[in-house]
């Protein structure tokens, strides 16, 4: 189960026991974000498998369409937006995502709403360069079955566009203002491009040989690559070292 599958899994409410919470309310709420901070927004409905994109003047810098505000996606996943950011940055906000998803189930309902992920990501511009994005994630949790039913998602252009361009993921808890869990080590300054390549696929869940297959090098190759990680590393198995380099609590 690659890591999309894992997020589809527990994000969407298949649940008989539906949410009476009015979608319009949080349509309104995505809209005034968009135009007051100047933002791209969107409202995912993990009820529906459904999305709502506001643009605003952001969208242009971006190269991204406008003919469509909102945009409705049958999706949870808005494709023309992640579509844009950096493929090393792609994966490391889903398994974000996912990280901020097991916090919140493992804390108490009334709480969830403290929390919130910040991060800086690379995203194309209308130049077709990567430019410095603010992203921020809120959930919003059912009152009537206690699910997950909104996501919503605020990019706009950082302020600092200083180079070189680096990411940076955090959760944090908004009311004490402190840092729960954030990236840990930076390996492309410890792995080989190779090396790289292939602790990504280990993230995301596949076997050596699917990885094998997908960079057209032999099984050896790869459990070599493998224990050359471990090795940099100082962890016991490569799943550890992916879990361990991307995040600290």
């Known amino acids: 189960m690659n890591i999309i599958e894992k997020l589809n899994s527990r994000l969407l409410d298949k649940m008989a026991d539906r949410c009476k919470l009015d979608i319009e309310i ?18 995912s409905d993990m009820q529906a498998d459904k ?16 003919e469509e505000n ?11 937006i992640i579509k844009k950011i950096h493929p090393d940055d792609r994966l490391k906000k889903y398994i974000h995502e996912l990280r901020f998803y097991e916090l919140m189930d493992s804390i108490e ?6 929390y919130c992920v910040l991060s800086k990501i690379r995203m194309k511009d209308k ?26 998602c605020l990019y706009h252009m950082a302020l600092n566009q200083k180079h070189p361009l680096i990411s ?29 390549e292939i602790l990504k696929y280990v993230g995301e869940g596949y076997a050596s ?11 050896n190759t790869v459990s070599r690559h493998r224990q050359n990680i471990l090795e940099k590393l100082n962890v016991k198995n490569s799943v550890q070292a ?3 380099g991307f995040y600290e609590q």
């Open 26 to 43: 949080y349509k309104q709420a995505a809209l005034m974000y968009a135009q007051m901070e100047g933002a791209i927004s969107v409202l």
């Open 51 to 66: 999305s709502y994109v506001y643009k605003s003047k952001t969208a242009l810098e971006l190269g991204l369409r406008t």
């Open 70 to 80: 909102p945009a409705e996606i049958n999706s949870i996943w808005e494709e023309e």
């Open 109 to 114: 309902p009334d709480s969830r709403a403290d």
């Open 127 to 152: 130049n077709n360069e990567y430019r410095m994005v603010k992203h921020r994630m809120f959930y919003i949790y059912s009152p009537d079955n206690g699910k997950l039913r909104f996501a919503l």
């Open 168 to 196: 940076d993921f955090m959760i944090i808890n908004t009311c004490k203002g402190e840092v729960i869990a954030k990236d840990k080590l930076d390996y492309q300054s410890i792995l080989s491009k190779r090396e790289l």
């Open 209 to 219: 040989k699917e990885i094998a297959g997908f960079l057209s090098i032999s099984i």
């Open 242 to 244: 992916f879990k361990d």
